[in-house]
């Protein structure tokens, strides 16, 4: 965990996981920038998916944690972005595979279908896990075309 610095954005879906994660990287020392939302009152996730996706694309962070009600519709608008790779994780394989197969950096969780023990344990696997290149760079670089 070289770089400790991350994004992270929810909508009310996932306002309170959020909040979960947030302590969980506090406590892991990292730098984090929360660009909403703040409140759990009804929002619109796209608005806050392209806040996260924008500090990632400009190069001020390498990686994020978007959280809505499934994970599906904060993936679904980050990963209309080329260089974007955003995965949907509710298990801590997945989130593994994502980082060491296919260099996720955005992972999505779903704060009303993940409870927070598996969804920390999911961070933290994630935020550990290291992209194995290879063949699998081979695929990746096939995304943007």
């Known amino acids: 965990m ?27 020392n990292y730098k984090i920038e929360d660009v909403g939302t703040f409140d759990n009152q ?15 694309l ?6 994020g944690i978007l959280i809505c009600g499934t994970g599906q519709g904060m993936a679904m608008c980050a990963n209309k972005h080329k260089g974007i790779r955003a995965a949907v994780c509710s298990d801590t394989f997945s989130a593994r595979a ?11 969780l779903g704060g009303r279908i993940t409870g927070k023990s598996l969804a920390l344990d999911i961070v933290k696997v994630w ?7 290879g063949r699998h760079q081979k695929r990746i670089s096939m995304f943007d075309n």
């Open 2 to 28: 070289e770089n400790k610095k991350i994004v992270i954005a929810s909508d009310h879906g996932g306002f309170e996981l959020k909040e979960d994660v947030k302590k969980f990287l506090a406590s892991e």
């Open 42 to 56: 009804s929002c619109d996730y796209p608005v806050f998916a392209q806040k996260a996706v924008e500090k990632i």
């Open 58 to 63: 400009s190069g001020e962070f390498e990686k």
């Open 98 to 108: 994502s980082r060491e197969h296919n260099n996720s950096n955005i992972l999505c």
């Open 127 to 133: 935020l550990n896990a290291e992209f194995e290149g």
